[in-house]
T-cell receptor, first 114, second 113 residues
């Protein structure tokens, strides 16, 4: 069984469109995350979220918004897509509290904005 | 903000050789993690270190949590072609309610058969 899954794996779209990426985890974790990996493979946190708190990286444009229908899902909505949004987006999850906050990653969504 | 310096940036080695990579920071971390990313895949956790001085092995991989809590290394012994990929260190600090995971920039490993 896949622990952290994302859909779609590939997303090609036109500039200006609005798109969503879905993420689901079956690990029973309390906290979920979205990361952006650029062409140089640098991983940068965008959001972390549990049922109590959303923490937003201040460098993330407000065109990006996470939506969590329940603890097992954290979807990423992107409005008015720009060329610079092209990247690989990874979802991850972890326990919220305690000594082990190790994050487990999904397979990634490769977004290409034309 | 917190930053991790991961080195080397890339390595080209012969199959069978041992590999060593490390991460250093000016900040203290509570947890050190090592991930491997294969092409087209997400990062996969290799080793998690939770205590300063901890030395942990996972098969041919060995990682240590530096005693100062500001560094960690990963060793791979007797490398094989499937070790190819990008290795990331990540440091986790527990500031705030959810902690903060900072990634190094990765070490790209190439193994020549």
């Amino acid at each position: 069984d896949t622990a952290v899954s994302q859909t779609p794996k590939y997303l090609v779209t036109q500039m200006g469109n609005d798109k969503s990426i879905k993420c689901e985890q079956n690990l029973g974790h309390d906290t979920m995350y979205w990361y952006k990996q650029d062409s140089k493979k640098f991983l940068k946190i965008m959001f972390s979220y549990n049922n109590k708190e959303l923490i937003i990286n201040e460098t993330v444009p407000n065109r990006f918004s996470p939506k969590s229908p329940d603890k097992a899902h954290l979807n990423l909505h992107i409005n008015s897509l720009e060329l610079g949004d092209s990247a690989v987006y990874f979802c991850a999850s972890s326990h919220a509290y305690g000594g082990e906050k190790t994050q487990y990653f999904g397979p990634g969504t490769r977004l290409l904005v034309l | 903000g917190q930053q991790l310096n991961q080195s080397p940036q890339s390595m080209f080695i012969q199959e069978g050789e041992d590999v060593s990579m490390n991460c250093t920071s000016s900040s203290i971390f509570n947890t050190w993690l090592w991930y491997k990313q294969d092409p087209g895949e997400g990062p996969v956790l290799l080793i998690a270190l939770y205590k300063a001085g901890e030395l942990t092995s996972n098969g041919r991989l060995t990682a240590q949590f530096g005693i100062t809590r500001k560094d960690s290394f990963l060793n791979i012994s007797a490398s094989i072609p499937s070790d190819v990929g990008i290795y990331f260190c990540a440091g986790l600090s527990y500031g705030g309610s959810q902690g903060n995971l900072i990634f190094g920039k990765g070490t790209k490993l190439s193994v020549k058969p």
